[in-house]
């Protein structure tokens, strides 16, 4: 019987009335196949995957599929965003066997986990030949199949092991200058991203050329990440009318999204967009900030709060089938409806056009050009068609808000609230919104009250009150990233000590020091078929290169040697082995920390706060800050108090510069 109805996940509640016998990934599940000695099918997917929800349709609600599952496998269905160590076990199986990944991942392995066959997507038919081919092999030529089991699983044992170059390696900040300059051949200079269909937003990837741009006086790479942002909040991709980022466009200039929003795309492209006004002041980034958390406090945070993970790519459309876009799509007949007198001047600015045309008559929102230059061409003042734009998106959003809304994964998963939580603080440096600290700050409570245990884990998801999966490194490390950033903000140095609990606790439990890497699940879990060590950064950064940031960090709050030393040992067994510059780009940016550039600011005295938030509101990505308004015994801070002044010390390559009383000075030497 299909078991998925005992389960909270949101995509596995979808399955729950399936014909199919799903159980979830459990103790229980294993046990029975390795007694019945049966062939699993394990099927992983996530509640936003509109591919996911093709193949259950056609397939896994069928009964005839159904029964040719049932017969001869025990089917497991796997949430990816719940059980990101057993998504990613199979995923480099897949990849093994097909040079190629994605969402549905679908693979049968012997009862002991070991993989023999696996792939993507699939069509009714051809799933359902390849299932009995499987059987029948693994009936008659069972020694052919558990060969092939053993070799494969060798693979993936491979690409898990992390070669630990234990001679030492000098960080030489100008080996990553090749890399941009090998990784600037792949830029599209008209859309900005990378020249490829479908393209992926890849906020640590702009993170870092930001910053490589502004320390390196790069104008040209700066031009470009400042051409990528101001694309991507033109295209379909950002929701002007509501705000929140689509997951990626199927098209190479950010048009049509694949409609999902998911909640760590949105906390990361917050800390880029406010990184990136720091600098330029750009009223376009910051009306993308504003309308995206305001999206996010509306629509994905609960009254706890918390954070829930995603909205999903397909909704309900006038014909009441789920259809992916339907929501947020437009015809030309209700635009002229909704728009009135100006639908021609509304159609010069979002394109209602070949140019912004998708298909069947559906219109998907794209500026490609300026405000100013369609105000010029009308001539009418900009102000006037800023206006008239507001007045646009509202009478939108309330025709839209009629419309049945895509579905919501209503989960909390512990390392996307804590990107989403840097993400409000990150926006509260920029714009100076207290509001986006208040939500930050609750969403901090949040995680300290649900899910850290007494015991001193964390776990990795929460749902109706209850939180059942032990946490994973990626859960750790950005929790210790935003309680750090919100001691960037307040000087509350609890948020520092907190950090410090959960690094030590993951440097005991994940902390493998033949590798020198972390491993992607604690050692008090029960151990996949492989060991998994994130390393390539990818849509989210990698838990290692996170932790090497924290490390480097915590080092210098707290004089701790032993971080510095981790944090230095995985970026020296990095960048030698650095071929694609985009899937190290959190690395190349730790890298940037150990240079000559990187200072250290400490501000001592009354005004230390209002002092933080002015500095906070500059762009300074080489500057660790702390500070205090009282006596401190944390370590970096340790004597440097005293009552009725404000000191300032800058320290470069642990050297610190005499005392300073003139901010205006400190600024300078800043930047």
């Keep these: 019987m299909n078991l998925l109805s005992q389960e909270s996940s949101p995509y596995l509640l979808q399955h729950a009335n399936n014909p199919v016998h799903w159980k979830a990934w459990n103790a229980y599940s294993l046990a029975e196949a390795k007694e019945k000695n049966s062939l699993i099918i394990i099927s992983i997917g996530y509640s936003a995957c509109h591919w996911c929800h093709v193949m259950e349709h056609e397939s896994f609600e069928d009964q005839e599929v159904a029964d040719v599952m049932n017969k001869s496998f025990i089917n497991i269905k796997v949430d990816r965003e719940e059980r990101p160590d057993v998504d990613a076990v199979y995923m480099k199986a897949v990849q093994l066997m097909t040079r190629r990944g994605g969402w549905p991942l679908n693979v049968v392995t012997l009862s002991d986990g070991r993989p023999i066959w696996g792939g993507t997507y699939f069509r009714k038919q051809d799933w359902m030949e390849t299932l009995g081919q499987l059987q029948e092999v693994y009936r008659s030529s069972p020694e052919k199949v558990l060969d092939y089991a053993e070799k494969l699983h060798q693979g993936i044992q491979s690409m898990s092991f992390i070669d630990n170059k234990k001679a030492e390696t000098t960080l030489n900040q100008e080996d990553l200058i090749p890399l941009v300059e090998k990784w600037k051949r792949d830029f599209d200079w008209d859309f900005g991203g990378m020249s490829r269909a479908p393209k992926f937003m890849m906020p640590n990837n702009y993170h870092f050329l930001l910053r490589f741009a502004f320390q390196k006086n790069d104008m040209k790479l700066f031009d470009f990440v400042n051409l990528t942002l101001t694309k991507m909040a033109y295209g379909g991709i950002f929701d002007t009318v509501d705000g929140g980022f689509s997951r990626y466009s199927v098209d190479n ?38 309308k995206t958390l305001s999206f996010i406090e509306r629509e994905l945070m609960n009254s706890e709060g918390g954070f829930y993970c995603a909205l999903d790519a397909d909704s309900l459309n006038a014909e009441n089938h789920l259809e992916e876009g339907a929501f947020y799509v437009w015809k030309i007949p209700e635009l002229k409806t909704i728009i009135g007198e100006d639908f021609d001047l509304f159609s010069q600015v979002f394109n209602i056009n070949t140019f912004g045309l998708w298909e069947d008559g559906n219109y998907v929102l794209i500026q490609n050009q300026s405000l100013e230059g369609i105000a010029q061409r009308n001539t009418i003042e900009v102000s006037t068609l800023e206006g008239k734009k507001k007045i646009w998106e509202q009478k939108l959003y309330i025709e839209r808000e009629k419309r049945s809304k895509p579905r919501l994964d209503d989960k909390c998963l512990t ?6 939580l840097k993400g409000f603080v990150d926006a509260y440096k920029a714009l100076e919104n207290e509001n986006y600290l208040v939500l930050a700050l609750k969403n901090a409570d949040f995680i300290i009250k649900n899910l850290w245990s007494g015991e001193g884990n964390l776990f990795h998801n929460y749902k109706n009150e209850e939180s059942s999966i032990n946490g994973y490194l990626e859960d750790y490390c950005f929790v210790i990233s935003a309680f750090i ?25 994940f902390y493998d020091k033949k590798s020198g890497f972390f491993a992607f699940t604690s050692n008090l879990d029960e151990a996949l078929i492989t060991s998994h060590f994130e390393t390539e950064d990818n849509v989210i950064p990698a838990s290692n290169s996170v932790m090497g940031k924290n490390l480097f960090q ?8 032993n971080y510095e030393k981790v944090s230095i040992r995985m970026l020296q067994n990095i960048i030698p082995i650095i071929e694609y510059p985009s899937a190290y780009s959190n690395w190349m940016d730790l890298a940037m920390n150990n240079s000559e550039q990187n200072k250290e600011l400490a501000i001592c005295g009354d005004s230390a706060v209002e002092d933080c938030q002015k500095i906070n509101s500059f762009y300074f990505p080489n500057v660790v800050l702390a500070g205090t308004k009282k006596v401190s015994n944390l370590p970096f801070l340790k004597n440097r108090f005293t009552e009725n002044v404000t000191l300032f010390y800058l320290c470069q390559n642990k050297t610190c510069s005499s005392p300073s009383t003139d901010f205006k000075e400190i600024l300078s030497n800043l930047i």
């Excluded at 750009?282 to 993308?288: A, D, G, P, R, S």
């Excluded at 915590?554 to 701790?560: A, D, G, V, W």
């Design 415 to 420: 390392s996307w609230n804590a990107i989403m």
């Design 554 to 561: 915590l080092s210098i709050y707290f004089e701790n040697s």
């Design 485 to 509: 950033s919100l001691y960037e903000v307040t000087f509350d140095e609890k948020w520092l000590h907190f950090a410090k609990q959960l690094t030590d606790y993951s440097l005991e439990h």
């Design 253 to 290: 200039k950010w048009h049509v999204p694949h409609f999902e929003k998911m909640l760590y795309d949105n906390g990361q492209l917050i800390s880029l967009y406010s990184d990136a006004y720091k600098l330029t002041k750009n009223t376009l980034y910051k009306e993308v900030i504003e």
